[in-house]
């Protein structure tokens, strides 16, 4: 290996972007913490160094591109992976048409539905961890926080934070970029299960202090 | 303060959310004059709206009187009156919405209700010298992650259950420990865990930004309920593994929004091992840790105040016709007109 350059230093791990064996590959090392007590530190990174790989390859048998793993050295917390090339999803949203943004947040969706069907949850759904690459296919990075899952709480959770993302960074399209989120996700799932998923996640926001008021003039005085 | 004699203009803010009665004395350009916070302590079990709400109405008298006295400002001097219009538990809002529309009618002066969680924003800003910060906002009633963006905070992640601090609450009442005036059961928490050291494998929640509390509670107190283990020991594992949560999706929305300010806020805001981590984790990033002064931590006066002032003097004002109080109203539903 050799010119590894960092090119993300993000919260739990810093990218870098490396030749290895003539291949264009990104190297992941997750970073201790110190804020968290060491005990505690190891058994996340571990757990989830080894398990992001595991999701990255079975979301591609559910038909959700997902970069090639490489290698995983669990004792340095690294996995290497293929770079794909691309531009994240966070930076195109503000810069496409509004059918085009459409199209491809249906796919996004799409992709979401074939991941819940499988029974898999990517557990932190950002535009930033969506890579729209060749062929216009949308690849999904970032499993650290993923689960093999069917539960029906678990899937509207994973939606709950597609929208809670697009809510926060892309607030101008939020509505329309989830609402095609979820015809997608029909379009894979089904009507009547997409249906069950959005009433679960509005039963999740109703749980907690998500929504402004639970019943029409329940808190005017 | 005492004697000063008042020029400028001034804000009284009522502060009722929960279990504490607080009110705070304002000047226009942020001088905090007076905070005076008188809480209610259940004889038992969590709080109980319409008592805590009773409470309210009985100390609101000596409290205002009080928080006048200390700035040494008399009811004419006041030209604004805030409250805190929600988010919090019905009783109590009102009974702070009704103080406040008395004041502002009797003295012929504006009201402006203010939200709760902007209100821990602001007077952490005000207090702790930030601008434009990622907060961690950790209270009884709340577990927010927010930052500014476009006119609003907007919430990058928040509980999808139990808030920090009602996690703690419930633990201590669980393992019978005892809410001591002055004390509370988050401290009590803290006391234990400090001497505790031993850290027992606890579930770690963390959804993308989110988090959920409710499983590490339930966990912690069948641990505790087991006696296999000190409860210091417990308190310990509780601690460090909630406040790693919180820390990490602090953490992941510092590098999200790519800002250089971390503010913790709130009244777990208090305690020094979530100062700490907080703290090592904006070092991580190069962002400078804003802890808010304990005694703006709590719920206060004050900071209902402060931010009645940035409203009221960016166009924001609440007729009484229209002051019906907002039990559920979004940190990231209000308008921020003055981070402009």
Redesign the interface.
């Given at each position: 290996m050799n010119r590894a350059v960092l090119i993300k230093?993000?919260?739990?791990a810093s990218l870098y972007l490396a030749d290895w064996h003539d291949r264009k590959v990104i190297l992941k090392k997750r970073l201790a913490?110190?804020?968290?007590?060491r005990?505690?530190d190891t058994?996340?990174r571990a757990y989830r160094t080894v398990h992001e790989p595991q999701l990255l390859h079975e979301a591609k048998k559910a038909g959700v591109p997902t970069p090639i793993v490489f290698l995983v050295d669990v004792k340095d917390d690294t996995i290497i992976m293929e770079y794909i090339e691309g531009k994240q999803v966070k930076q195109l949203v503000g810069k496409l048409s509004k059918s085009k943004r459409r199209q491809l947040c249906f796919k996004i969706g799409a992709s979401i539905g074939l991941l819940h069907e499988y029974g898999i949850v990517h557990?932190?759904?950002?535009t930033?961890n969506m890579i729209l690459g060749r062929a216009g296919k949308v690849f999904f990075v970032d499993f650290g926080?993923g689960e093999k899952t069917s539960e029906l709480e678990a899937k509207a959770?994973d939606l709950?934070?597609m929208k809670?993302?697009l809510?926060?960074?892309h607030?101008q399209f939020a509505e329309e970029c989830m609402s095609s989120v979820i015809d997608g996700y029909a379009s894979k799932v089904g009507v009547e299960v997409s249906r069950r998923v959005c009433e679960k996640i509005g039963e999740?926001e109703r749980?907690?202090?998500?929504?402004?008021?639970?019943r029409e003039n329940?808190?005017?005085? | 303060m005492k004697g000063k004699k008042p020029t400028g203009a001034y804000c009284l803010g009522i502060e009722s959310t929960a279990d504490d009665f607080s009110v705070g004395l304002s000047s226009f350009d942020g001088e905090i004059l007076a905070n005076v916070v008188d809480a209610y302590v259940p004889p038992e079990g969590g709080i109980h709206p319409r008592e805590a709400a009773r409470h309210h109405a009985e100390v609101a008298g000596m409290v205002l009187e009080a928080a006048l006295k200390t700035s040494g400002l008399g009811p004419k001097d006041l030209s604004l009156i805030a409250f805190s219009l929600g988010p919090g538990l019905g009783p109590c809002l009102r009974t702070g919405a009704t103080v406040a529309r008395g004041l502002a009618s009797y003295l012929h002066v504006p009201l402006v209700g203010v939200n709760h969680c902007v209100a821990h924003i602001e007077i952490g800003k005000l207090e702790a010298a930030a601008k434009d910060p990622v907060t961690l906002y950790v209270s009884g009633g709340n577990t927010i992650v927010a930052a500014y963006d476009s006119g609003r905070y907007r919430v990058f992640g928040e509980t999808l259950d139990i808030a920090l601090g009602n996690c703690l609450d419930v633990f201590a009442r669980e393992a019978g420990l005892r809410q001591k005036l002055g004390l509370p059961f988050g401290a009590v928490v803290e006391r234990l865990a400090g001497e505790g050291g031993e850290l027992i494998s606890l579930p770690y929640s963390v959804k993308g930004m989110d988090l959920s509390l409710s499983g590490l509670l339930t966990a912690a107190v069948c641990l505790m309920r087991s006696g296999r283990h000190r409860l210091e020991d417990v308190c310990y594992s509780l601690q460090e593994t909630a406040f790693s949560m919180v820390t990490e999706v602090t953490e992941r929305a510092l590098a999200h929004t790519e800002k250089d300010e971390v503010l913790l806020t709130g009244g777990v805001a208090a305690n020094k091992r979530l100062q700490m981590m907080i703290g090592s984790m904006a070092k991580d990033h190069d962002a400078s840790f804003k802890p808010v002064p304990g005694r703006f931590a709590i719920d206060n006066g004050a900071m209902v105040a402060w931010t009645g002032v940035l409203a009221y003097t960016h166009g924001v004002e609440t007729p009484v016709e229209s002051s019906a109080v907002k039990l559920r109203w979004r940190l990231d539903e209000v308008e921020i007109p003055w981070m402009q």
């Open positions: 230093k993000g919260a739990e913490k110190e804020y968290r007590p005990q505690l058994r996340i557990g932190d759904l950002t930033s926080l959770v709950h934070l809670r993302a809510q926060s960074t607030f999740i749980r907690g202090r998500y929504v402004a008021e639970r329940h808190g005017q005085e | -």
